[in-house]
């Protein structure tokens, strides 16, 4: 299995901009999973799904964030307009529900200059 | 879910084992001891994870002391790869019910590996 697919990989942008990130779980896998980890505060966890529904979205910072799960093996993150405390490295994981142990992808580092 | 502590930082020799402690000791009956790591650069890898008795994979090790409180990871022989952030959390097994999906990520014990 290739493991839970991101991209793009690296995105810079200059405020305003329109960004969208992108995610394709393991397949099979139920429950995915958007973090944003930065220096300050570490690891959170900005929306939750399980079996393409938004289970809890309370993470999600403000509007401008929106996240999709169109389908069991794709999901997107954007963010519109973007801003420089947005910069960060976000990543997806996928599990199944019923063991629950998250499998991460490498990850897309966002620069908003 | 409850709280773990864990040290900052630990040193370990290339090929020797390494010990990452972690409590919890307001941990509840039903809750697991999950580890991750993450290299640098990388995302989180799930390790391994055990209720109460001890656990064995390919990777590591998870020694589980009688009361439950606390914790073991042990790498048996670690290599440079080892070097990461390794976190110690505790929770419901399973996404199924509540808001146990969620996996709240400490600090975690920085493990340099040194040759």
């Known amino acids: 299995d290739a493991g839970v697919i991101q991209s793009p990989r690296h995105e810079v942008t200059e405020m305003g901009q329109e960004v969208t990130l992108r995610c394709k779980p393991i397949?099979?896998?139920?429950?995915l999973f958007w973090y944003r980890q930065t220096m300050m505060r570490g690891l959170e966890l900005l929306i939750y799904?399980?079996?393409?529904?938004?289970?809890?979205d309370s993470g999600m910072p403000e509007d401008r964030f929106s996240a999709k799960m169109p389908n069991a093996s794709f999901s997107t993150l954007k963010i519109q307009p973007s801003e420089p405390r947005d910069s960060a490295v976000y990543f997806c994981a996928s599990s199944l529900a019923r063991t629950g142990e998250q499998y991460f992808g490498p990850g897309t580092r966002l620069t908003v200059t | 879910d409850a709280k773990t502590t864990q040290p900052p930082s630990m040193d370990c020799a290339e090929g020797r084992a390494a010990n990452l402690p972690c409590n919890h000791s307001?941990?509840?009956?039903?809750?697991?001891v999950y580890w991750y790591r993450q290299i640098h650069s990388q995302g989180p890898q799930y390790i391994i994870h055990g209720l109460k008795n001890n656990e064995t994979n390919e990777m590591a090790s998870l020694i589980i002391t009688e009361d439950r409180k606390s914790s073991t990871l042990i790498l048996p022989h670690a290599t440079l790869r080892d070097t990461a952030v390794y976190y110690c959390?505790?929770?419901?097994?399973?996404?199924?019910?509540?808001?146990?999906?969620?996996?709240?990520f400490g600090k975690g014990t920085l493990l340099t590996v040194n040759p």
């Open positions: 397949s099979g896998h139920n429950s």
């Open positions: 959390i505790v929770r419901v097994w399973g996404n199924s019910g509540g808001s146990n999906y969620k996996l709240t």
């Open positions: 307001t941990i509840s009956g039903n809750e697991y």
């Open positions: 799904f399980n079996n393409n529904v938004p289970i809890d």
